[in-house]
């Protein structure tokens, strides 16, 4: 349940904020804005803030256990040093589709990192949810689709959850010890005329919730696909929930005004802001990346 409802903390009014992800061993979240090339963290606790430039479009970043960070770059895979800003070119998944560029990604509780592509012109059905393999190569592992979003992965690792935006179905597969994939099957469909589902997240109860784009509210789903909850915003386009704080109960929420004509967005002021409101049930702990898995 929410127990306090959505308030704009960081007025960014950028374009597209995506990624949000609660880092424990510095106690912040860390972000993105994919358009304007930046990364960002917040330490809610003293309000200090940070930015960072990124070489290109720019769709997750996600700790390493070892320090630093994977960063997810149109040019494919990389790992960033806050300390000095850098990013390391890691490996390109896709080569072959310089259209594309890496839209989100997820740790399961293995240390393997998921990470999801798509049509940088959202129109082309060339995007694919991918896991980093143990000798470094990008294993695709599902049918491919314009956006991808997600992955997300059930506290017990054995589910992972991935996004058809366009298509408006969130699908779950089985996920085996060697990190296969089988049994894709629908778990969610909404209508366009509801919003665009984005960015996912499954909290500690293995429920899934989902930011719509043009819809207005997060979700959350049940394990079994139930809608149980409906947090509503003063902006429409919300990408993507992280929990974070000292009990994962304060929910860090990603938004976006790319989509907005000027009149649109003066109705919406606060699109593109990053937000928080708080729930009574506990997000997951968050996964490092463990190289060589």
Not at 19 to 37: C, M, N, T, Y
Not at 130 to 149: E, F, H, K, M, Q
Request: charged fraction near 20%; glycine fraction near 12%.
């Amino acid at each position: 349940m929410v127990t306090s409802g959505p308030v704009s903390i960081w007025q960014l009014g950028a374009p597209l904020l995506e990624g949000p992800v609660w880092v424990e061993r510095d106690q912040a979240l860390w972000f993105v804005d994919i358009k304007s090339h930046k990364i960002h963290r917040l330490d809610p606790a003293s309000g200090a803030t940070r930015s960072w430039d990124a070489p290109g479009q720019i769709g997750f970043i996600l700790p390493i256990e070892s320090g630093g960070f994977v960063a997810g770059l149109q040019s494919g895979l990389a790992r960033f040093d806050e300390r000095d800003g850098s990013f390391t070119q890691i490996v390109a998944p896709e080569p072959d589709l310089p259209g594309n560029r890496l839209n989100d990604a997820t740790v399961d509780p293995q240390g393997r990192l998921w990470f999801g592509s798509m049509d940088d012109g959202e129109s082309q059905a060339t995007g694919a949810i991918y896991r980093l393999a143990a000798d470094g190569s990008c294993v695709p592992t599902t049918p491919r689709v314009s956006i991808t979003n997600g992955p997300a992965v059930s506290p017990d690792g054995r589910t992972l959850y991935h996004v058809d935006t366009l298509g408006g179905v969130i699908y779950a597969c089985d996920v085996d010890d060697a990190g296969m994939l089988a049994n894709q099957r629908e778990f969610v469909r909404i209508p366009n005329s509801e919003g665009y589902p984005d960015g996912p997240t499954v909290d500690s109860e293995g429920c899934v919730w989902v930011g719509l784009y043009n819809g207005w509210t997060v979700r959350r789903y049940s394990p079994a696909g139930a809608l149980i909850d409906t947090v509503p915003f003063p902006v429409s386009a919300i990408t993507k929930v992280a929990f974070g704080g000292p009990e994962l109960k304060t929910v860090f929420a990603t938004t976006a005004n790319k989509h907005l004509s000027p009149a649109a967005l003066e109705k919406e002021p606060h699109a593109g802001d990053l937000f928080r409101f708080e729930v009574d049930v506990p997000g997951q702990p968050g996964a490092l990346i463990r190289e060589g898995v």
